[in-house]
């Protein structure tokens, strides 16, 4: 373990609050620069272990039947497995004119696929992990707000696929708290109650007993009702 660590360059992990680290990189889509072309909308960034594997296909189909949802919320997603441009186009292909799951079928693949052969945009995101496997990017999942901040990341192992109403979850929980100063309760689904962050002097937390508009059990635990449609 000790030699594993030395012999390699360590390359230190974003995390949470950090600006999104930069690069430029060919996509199926053309060319981007990251993170610049996506300022003023959010992105999930998330990676995949390899191209024509049955877990990430299925990842990829519903991704792409999402795919119109995320950008209703402001949302771009983008890709990235260390496989070449045309194993990526190939597969995309492949998934379109071949693969039915559950109720997708003819899924066709409209947001950008980084190709990261070298392995430098895997090595700047963390995302070879090598305890998991030294030439696959592990599935990561970065959340990066509209001005390049990462604001969550999730990691998945390979044998594991996502949960893809958790991520939309987040990303609307991100967006409801930005928006509404508030935070969002263990499980919490849009529609349902709010929390209201604690008070900071026994004279606010004195008022924040007493306004109707809140439920306190406690100075420490209020919650407030934040309806859908005003979300
Ligand atoms: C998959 O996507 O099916 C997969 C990829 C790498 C390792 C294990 C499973």
């Known amino acids: 373990m000790e030699n594993l ?3 390699q360059t360590i390359t230190p992990m974003p995390r949470i609050g950090d600006s ?3 690069f430029k990189a060919v996509t199926t889509q053309g060319p981007i620069q990251f993170p610049e072309d996506y300022s003023g909308k959010w ?3 998330f990676s995949h272990p390899a191209d024509f594997t049955p877990v990430c296909t299925s990842e990829f189909m519903t991704f792409a039947k999402m795919h119109d949802r995320f950008k209703s919320l402001n949302c771009e ?3 990235l497995s260390v496989d070449g441009l045309y ?3 190939a597969w995309l292909r492949t998934i379109k004119e071949k693969i039915e799951f559950r109720d997708m079928k003819n899924m066709e693949v409209k947001f950008p696929l980084i190709e990261d052969i070298t392995m430098d945009v895997a090595k700047k995101y963390g995302m070879i992990q090598p305890g998991e496997s030294t030439t696959k990017a592990v599935r990561a999942v970065f959340f990066i707000d509209p001005k ?6 999730i990691y998945y192992p390979l044998s594991l696929g996502r949960n893809f109403d958790e991520l939309e979850r987040a990303l609307i929980a991100m967006q409801t708290a930005d928006k509404h100063e508030i935070a969002t309760p263990a499980d919490w689904v849009p529609g349902e109650d709010v929390i209201v962050s604690p008070a900071g002097s026994c004279g606010v937390a004195k008022e924040r007993m007493d306004n109707e508009e809140l439920d306190c059990k406690d100075w420490f ?3 407030k009702k934040l ?3 005003k979300i």
């Open 5 to 7: 660590i030395e012999n």
């Open 87 to 89: 194993s990526h186009i």
């Open 221 to 223: 635990f209020c919650t």
């Open 148 to 153: 390049g901040i990462i604001r969550a990341i």
């Open 77 to 79: 997603l983008v890709g």
């Open 20 to 22: 999104a680290p930069a």
């Open 227 to 229: 309806p859908l449609d």
């Open 43 to 45: 992105v999930i960034l």
